[in-house]
């Protein structure tokens, strides 16, 4: 017998909850940083203009939730769903940690250390996802690239300073 899945309210809830919690946290973290502390490092040429991180993050959690939903409405004993739906709630809580990590413990190698663990994980979760349902493995992708350029300038943040 399958494993019923999430209905369309509970995965849509199950779904946007958590993203909204790591966002809301993250900025709860990043905000009050953005003008004192973040403002006086030194940073790589290649810094994206600060308006432009709440655009891209509000944009990739929607994509995050919308993935998560897909993978939530797939029966809950199908090979690789509980795998995917742990690695998503790795992914957002290293997500998270990140903010607190890099911004309130003002830390770009703290940053640094987390934003790799979460880089893997959000590749696994890619990964997985894709296998399962190809449409939210592709949400992810965007995810990535991000992330891949947030590491690099992580990494620069933290060798110039």
């Known amino acids: 017998m399958q494993a019923r899945?999430?209905?369309?309210l509970?995965?849509?809830?199950?779904?946007?909850?958590?993203?909204?919690?790591?966002?809301?946290?993250?900025?709860?973290?990043?905000?009050?940083?953005?003008?004192?502390?973040?403002?006086?490092?030194?940073?790589?040429?290649?810094?994206?203009?600060n308006w432009l991180f709440g655009p891209a993050w509000t944009t990739l959690y929607i994509l995050m939730a919308i993935a998560f939903w897909r993978i939530l409405r797939l029966p809950t004993d199908a090979p690789g769903v509980r795998g995917a739906i742990g690695l998503w709630i790795v992914q957002i809580v290293l997500n998270a940690l990140w903010s607190f990590?890099?911004?309130?413990?003002h830390s770009p190698l703290a940053g640094l250390v987390v934003i790799a663990l979460?880089?893997?994980?959000?590749?696994?979760?890619?990964?997985?996802?894709?296998?399962?349902?190809?449409?939210?493995?592709?949400?992810?992708?965007?995810?990535?690239?991000?992330?891949?350029?947030a590491s690099a300038l992580n990494f620069a943040i933290w060798r110039l300073n």
């Open 118 to 149: 979460l880089w893997v994980a959000i590749a696994l979760t890619l990964v997985r996802f894709y296998t399962l349902d190809r449409i939210a493995g592709l949400l992810f992708v965007p995810y990535l690239a991000w992330v891949t350029f």
């Open 10 to 49: 509970d995965a849509t809830i199950m779904a946007i909850a958590p993203t909204a919690m790591a966002a809301v946290a993250g900025s709860l973290a990043t905000m009050p940083e953005i003008p004192t502390w973040y403002a006086s490092l030194a940073k790589p040429a290649f810094t994206p203009p």
């Open 101 to 105: 990590a890099f911004f309130r413990f």
């Open 5 to 8: 899945s999430e209905s369309g």
